[in-house]
Nanobody
Framework: QLQLVESGGGLVQPGGSLNLSCTAY????????VGWFQQAPGKDHKGVAC????????KYADSVKGRFTVSRDNEKKMLYLQMKSLKLEDTGVYYC??????????????????WGQGTQVTVAL
């Protein structure tokens, strides 16, 4: 089972930047495409960025292209999200999870797996 813990969220003004991190536990991190998901207030989880096992192939939601950069370090078992030029609509809880690269949907690696605790990103004046 892939266990992931998010960190790095915070409060930032529009136009600001944040860097999110996701720490993986266990030995299977390198086997899966992984990515970031946003749950805006009152909405479902939405795929924001996903990358393949090597980290060379990425996919982004149209709303974040050119502003967010996803990366991974398989040796350190870490996933990152650099967020720049943040907008009010980027507000939400951000989660990391395994993902389907083409659809950017979450991929659960075991029967009991679900969303982690997430990290809150608030973009406000």
């Amino acid at each position: 089972q892939l266990q992931l813990v998010e960190s790095g969220g915070g409060l930032v003004q529009p136009g600001g930047s944040l860097n999110l991190s996701c720490t993986a536990y266990g030995s299977t991190f390198a086997y899966y495409p992984v990515g970031w998901f946003q749950q805006a207030p009152g909405k479902d989880h939405k795929g924001v960025a996903c990358l393949d096992t090597s980290g060379r192939s990425t996919k982004y939601a149209d709303s974040v292209k050119g502003r967010f950069t996803v990366s991974r370090d398989n040796e350190k078992k870490m996933l990152y999200l650099q967020m720049k030029s943040l907008k009010l609509e980027d507000t939400g809880v951000y989660y990391c999870a395994a993902c389907h690269l083409e659809t950017m949907e979450a991929m659960w690696t075991s029967e009991n797996e679900s969303w982690g605790q997430g990290t809150q990103v608030t973009v406000a004046l």
